[in-house]
């Protein structure tokens, strides 16, 4: 069983920055591939980005160039800089990790635990 713990949100301008953590217990962080997915109201939760074992990364084409994902293993700690934040990337942000890297990495079924959310605000 593997509990995550996400941090980092709040309350932006448009063209601001933040900085999402995640934190992983109870298994072997770096066994595990890790994404970052968000959902606004009335939405499915969408793929915004993933990292794997080998620290390949893989982003939706909306934030590409704006927003970094990257893993502290001896931390086990997960890591979304989010950079020139735009309203439309307002939503709840969760963390999920998942131990198979087979098949697709932008299915939210794909990933066998996930956190709680941390809300993500962005003002005009």
């Known amino acids: 069983q593997v509990q995550l713990v996400e941090s980092g949100g709040g309350l932006v301008q448009a063209g601001g920055s933040l900085r999402l953590s995640c934190a992983a217990s109870g298994r072997t962080f770096s066994n595990y591939a890790m994404g970052w997915f968000r959902q606004a109201p009335g939405n499915e939760r969408e793929f915004v980005a993933s990292?794997?074992?080998?620290?390949?990364?893989y982003y939706v084409h909306s934030v590409k160039g704006r927003f970094t994902i990257s893993r502290d293993n001896a931390k086990n700690t997960v890591y979304l800089q989010m950079n020139n934040l735009k309203p439309e990337d307002e939503a709840v942000y969760y963390c999920?990790?998942?131990?198979?890297?087979?098949?697709?990495?932008?299915?939210?079924?794909?990933?066998?635990?996930w956190g709680q959310g941390t809300q993500v605000t962005v003002s005009n």
């Open positions: 990292i794997d074992r080998s620290d390949f990364t």
């Open positions: 999920a990790a998942r131990p198979n890297t087979n098949g697709d990495y932008r299915l939210p079924r794909q990933y066998d635990y």
